[in-house]
């Protein structure tokens, strides 16, 4: 764990946990427990009387465990088992859509199950009536207290254990029903089916799941099964331990929140001049915009460029605070480097399809998922060809080029690495090559500052997936200090983020 960011992998240390109870390594074994095995003898005894009351049908004896079958040792306290030799594993008497109602008794399919376990509200709940629920009854049965259900289509092998004894009915097929004839602890099992080596045999060895978990899979199943006493102790311990991992979560998301907050603030300061103190020596900023204008007006005499059309000039209703005298407002179109598309967008999507890519590292293709909030997100990586790069020219892209993001979301911008050999936009970002007069190390505070993402996020378009434009862009405003005070303020804010972390 690093200690100053309070970065930690939680889900890694939960497989973790879970691997080490599993293997009975995470509470020590008492030799006063009544071993595993005397358990099984009980369980077979109580489900052969089951069978003689007919209250559950005999099943066909499951295969022997191998020597072979067993993934790691356990404790000598301990057996092998499987899922069918310590519960009566069945479903429920099928329930025809026909029969589905707006209210009446729950009925849970299997995404029902996981916003359950998960403590979620249910989505479009089902029901079924009172006279349905009491004829499928005297067929199957209702899942008591401690007994388990167990998705069999979906996300795979979630477990719920069953803890009221309110009506609910389950649907055939999408739901396993671990009748709990025993009294295993249900919190073990429930724990030893989410552990890393369970998911994996669920999901029939696949980082993905498989169609479903049957009836016949799920009886089939390897537990190791500790004595009943340490079962309880092991899931204890566990519900510890993963409480204490929610509390350092929770600590780690109020900590990043906290991070952010204070950077915004940080930055806040900065854009209105109140972060370093001004310097009444600095070149104000007026004379630093005259000398970009008049160097691009000598440009377009010489024909070395083109001569764009003007943005607006600012009006006193634009400006969204006040700034200190040396300071101007200007639009972040005006501050451009004097070179053809120094603000440009990126192709459209027609112009840079899926048959442009190419396996080859040649033009790297930046995408909304490399320009991360706090810099280069060196992921998702995609390259198009050089001889493709000659036909979307002006979305070309340099190191050291700022690029920002149209949407998801909107307005936040990083320098591009030198990295790769050489770079292309993707249609939802737009680069931005400053000019040389003002410090890029600035613009870049500047642009992901509230003082310009604010303006972005108030002309957004587009409701499912709100969006900027290249136009728009080019006309938000930013507060623009001399130069000297530009670097003073890059400055003192990396020392600032720094000390945030």
């Given at each position: ?54 209250k ?16 790691f ?65 005297k067929?199957s ?16 092998g ?14 055939d ?8 004839i ?28 498989v169609?479903?978990l ?5 009886k ?5 099964l ?6 309880s102790r ?65 440009l ?7 001569k ?5 000039p ?64 060196d992921?998702?990586?995609?390259y198009?060809?050089?001889e493709?790069?000659?036909?979307i ?7 050291g ?28 970002a ?32 587009g ?8 136009k ?27 000390m945030?972390g």
């Open positions: 764990m690093k200690t100053n960011t309070l970065d930690f992998d939680a889900q890694a240390l939960r497989e973790r946990i879970l691997d080490l109870a599993m293997r009975g390594k995470l509470v020590p074994q008492d030799p006063n427990d009544e071993p595993a095995s005397v358990l099984l003898e009980k369980i077979k005894a109580e489900k052969a009387e089951l069978v003689k009351e007919k559950i049908k005999k099943t066909k004896a499951l295969p022997a465990i191998t020597d072979d079958e067993k993934p040792d356990i404790p000598d306290s301990w057996e092998w088992v499987r899922l069918g030799d310590i519960f009566d594993i069945t479903s429920s008497k099928r329930v025809m859509k026909s029969e589905w109602k707006e209210e009446g008794i729950p009925f849970y399919r299997a995404r029902e199950i996981v916003s359950i376990k998960n403590h979620q509200k249910l989505k479009d709940p089902i029901f079924i009536s009172k006279d349905t629920y009491e004829e499928k009854l067929v049965g209702r899942p008591q207290v401690d007994d388990i259900l167990l998705t069999g289509v979906g996300t795979l979630i477990p719920y254990v069953v803890s009221t004894n309110k009506d609910f009915y389950f649907k097929g999408n739901i396993i029903w671990l009748r709990n025993k009294k295993i602890n249900p919190d073990f099992i429930s724990y030893y089916v989410q552990s890393p080596y369970m998911l994996k045999i669920i999901n029939n060895g696949r980082g993905t799941t169609a479903t049957t009836i016949v899979r799920a089939s199943l390897l537990v190791p500790p004595p009943l006493s340490e079962q092991i899931a204890a311990k566990i519900a510890q331990l993963f409480a204490l991992l929610r509390k350092v979560e929770l600590s780690t998301q109020q900590y990043a929140e906290l991070q952010t907050l204070l950077k915004s603030k940080v930055l806040d300061l900065a854009m209105r001049g109140k972060l370093v103190k001004q310097d009444p020596n600095d070149e104000p900023t007026s004379v630093l915009l005259e000398k970009i204008k008049a160097e691009k007006a000598e377009i005499k010489e024909k070395k460029i083109k764009s059309k003007p943005l607006p600012i009006t006193d209703e634009e400006k969204p605070f006040d700034i200190p005298d040396s300071w101007k407002w200007v639009r972040l179109g005006d501050l451009t480097a004097p070179v053809e598309y120094a603000m440009a967008d990126g192709p459209f999507g027609s112009n840079l399809k899926k048959a442009d890519y190419t396996l080859d590292p040649e033009v790297r293709i930046i995408q909304l998922s490399n320009i991360g909030e706090n810099g280069w997100k992921q998702n990586v995609k198009t060809t050089f493709h790069l000659k036909s020219q002006r979305s070309e892209v340099f190191p080029n700022i690029v920002i993001a149209k949407m998801m979301p909107a307005g936040r911008a990083i320098i591009v690495p030198n990295k790769d050999k050489k770079y292309v936009l993707s249609s939802d737009v680069k931005f090559i400053p000019d040389t007069h003002i410090y890029k190390d600035f613009l870049i505070y500047a642009i992901n500052s509230n003082t310009y993402r604010d303006q972005v996020n108030e002309k957004l378009q409701t499912t997936r709100p969006r900027t434009s290249l728009k862009l080019k006309n938000f405003l930013i507060p623009l200090p001399p130069f000297d005070e530009q670097k003073r303020i890059v400055t003192k804010t990396f020392d600032l983020f720094n945030i």
